[in-house]
């Protein structure tokens, strides 16, 4: 099955597109998008309908239909303020 | 593994600069934290919105959670906010503003993603704020120089409804002008309607220097209704011991672009009597001195000792057409891909006749043609005008175009209104080098190096796409990945995305020849435009 994965932040953002089968799991689909876009798979994560999917769930698991849009999203954006 | 980015200013917009200042200042004893939206034009990163969400604070850090980005996420993909994410921002209570280390490493995790991403910080306690981008090398801070970010207040409702970098000033930036709201327009307009009446009413109140005089006139102002190309005639009875001349004195009020007045010159010529009418004095303006808005005029009349009589001041509604107050109109044409163009054009005083519509001088730049309608009437529509632009059309940056309206009364006159039409000429280029390599089993082959040259203008709402066919035909002893090297803007606008096409050879892989086409395409505005490049070889020796 056919899905797109989007990282949306820049001002030009990537759009990935990917075969994958339902046993999949996210976390093998995340190693291959993290290659693709060029990040640290360790500081992000695969997002669905607005939530952090669990990455040792499989795509049919996750409940993602076909050609359905994930996000590859930092896990966190943390601010601090001690020097 | 990012190029060094040119693109350094920043435009926010005022609105979101005080949301995010106001949310800082409310809170003044724990952190903010939340994404700052927009996109990008030319070399400025141009910041349009800010979201947050659920967040863990206190007075030394704030974390955004991964559900609340999610949710954010989720909102740019289905469209519910516009643009993406450019940046980030959060406040500290104390310490004022500056990147602590946690904050470099918050900003290099998003840099991975573009290196155009900025960090906004505040100080909560005073409302100051500077933008930071951080170098992955040094794991320092790169702060913005404040003379690159521009805060601006932008047009209550942007014009343009969709998402595009024409909207935006390009950088370096010098303060363009604020659109004028169209009710900015609408108030203007009336203003300027009340002080003509007043003028009409106070010149209608003046009478000349004479006294007691038997000078008299009688005059009816002419019936209309009038427009431009026509005559006007101008009777009036005068009596009088004396009587030495009758003049008419006129002038024509216009409209400027801009919507403001132009009041012409007094025009004085004498009225001379009919032969056949006694006391009957005439005067026709010719039609090549007639235009809209008004003829303003009034008819005095002379005796030998120096005794003068004035009629009321007249105001003749004349009907004239123009394009309607804004004169420019930017518009993006897509290589290929056709487009339209509504300009509306305005009938001023009733007037209803078709009018020409016209390339004029300068016109469209090489490979692009305008379409223009067949005779309009103005009042009752929009004109359309379909511009093309051909695969080989000169990519041009904001070039001005001249399309005229043109109503022909008869004869030579010809009644002309020019109005600019900016247009940008875009596309995307795409190259690959080499097209052959040749690589021994047990090797990775050298990368084919993707090179897309997207130019100014040029609108891809869903990004681009690559596919790639051939692939299939690998055997299973050869795998590819496709890696995005290099990102980059120049100041004219143009971006280049460089990806690198590697094929990994395992040692037991037969010795073939395998052919590829790269098409890369993006959906824009009336179509989607692809580039191709086939005959992509791969030989393994």
Known sequence: MKLFVQAPIGPQTGLAEIDVIPDHTIGEIKQQVCTSFGVDPATVALMYGGIILDESGTVSKAGIPENGQLALMPYNIIGGSAR | ?541
Do not use: C
Request: hydrophobic fraction near 40%; proline fraction near 7%.
């Open chain 2, 1 to 541: 593994m990012f190029g060094v980015s040119s693109v350094s200013y920043i435009a926010i917009s005022g609105q979101v600069m005080e949301k995010v200042v106001k949310e800082a200042r409310e809170r003044p004893d724990e952190q903010v934290v939340g994404v700052l939206l927009g996109g990008q034009s030319g070399g400025t990163i141009v910041i349009e919105d800010a979201a947050t969400g659920a967040a863990e604070s206190n007075s030394t850090h704030a974390t955004l959670t991964g559900d609340s980005i999610a949710k954010i996420a989720d909102d740019i993909i289905n469209k519910r906010i516009r643009g993406s994410i450019v940046g980030w921002y959060h406040s500290h209570v104390r310490g004022g503003v500056f990147m602590s280390e946690t904050d470099v490493e918050t900003q290099l995790k998003l840099q991975q993603f573009s290196p155009l991403v900025t960090a906004m910080v505040v100080d909560s306690q005073t409302g100051k704020s500077g933008f930071f981008r951080a170098d992955s090398k040094t794991k320092g801070a790169i702060p913005i120089p404040p003379q690159n970010v521009r805060s601006e207040v932008a047009a209550p409702t942007p014009v343009t409804p969709s998402f595009g970098q024409a909207m935006y000033p390009q950088a370096p930036p010098p303060t363009p002008p604020m659109p004028v709201s169209t009710r900015t327009i609408l108030v203007a307009v009336l203003l300027i309607t009340l002080a003509v009446t007043g003028g009409i009413i106070a010149l209608a109140y003046y009478r000349g220097p004479g006294t007691a005089t038997t000078l008299a006139i009688t005059h009816t102002p002419p019936k209309g209704p009038f427009r431009i190309g026509n005559t006007i005639t101008f009777d009036a009875n005068v009596t009088g011991v004396d009587l030495k001349n009758v003049t008419l004195a006129y002038r024509i009020i216009g409209r400027e672009p801009t919507g403001g007045l132009i009041v012409g010159d007094l025009i004085k010529v004498p009225m001379l009597l009919k032969a056949a009418e006694k006391d009957t004095y005439s005067y026709t303006i010719p039609s090549s001195e007639i235009s809209g808005l008004y003829v303003n005029y009034y008819i005095s009349a002379f005796d030998g000792s120096n005794n003068a009589v004035r009629s009321d001041v007249y105001n003749l509604e004349v009907g004239d057409f123009d394009w309607a107050l804004d004169r420019t109109d930017e518009q993006i044409v897509t290589r290929t891909i056709a487009g339209e163009v509504r300009l509306d054009l305005l009938p001023i005083n009733g007037f209803n006749l078709p009018v020409t519509i016209r390339v004029g001088s300068p016109g469209p730049p090489a490979g692009v043609s305008i379409r223009t309608p067949s005779p309009v009437v103005p009042g009752q529509e929009q004109v359309v005008l379909r511009i093309t632009a051909t695969g080989d059309a000169e990519i041009a940056r904001r070039y001005d175009v001249t399309i005229e309206a043109v109503y022909s009364p008869g004869g030579a006159v010809q009644f002309i209104r020019p109005i600019t039409l900016v247009l940008t000429v875009t596309d995307f280029g795409f190259d690959i080098q080499p097209r052959y390599n040749e690589v021994k089993p047990d090797h990775e082959a050298p990368p084919y190096s993707l090179t897309v040259t997207v130019h100014d203008g040029f609108r891809a709402p869903n990004a681009f796409k690559v596919s790639i066919t051939g692939l299939e035909k690998l055997e299973d002893k050869i795998s590819w990945r496709l890696v995005l090297v290099e990102y980059k803007i120049d100041d004219q606008g143009t971006a280049k995305f460089n990806y690198n096409l590697v094929f990994k050879v395992e040692s037991a892989a037969k010795k073939d020849l395998y052919l590829f086409t790269v098409k890369i395409s993006a959906a824009t505005t009336g179509g989607t435009i692809s580039h191709d490049i086939s005959s992509i070889q791969l030989k393994i020796i």
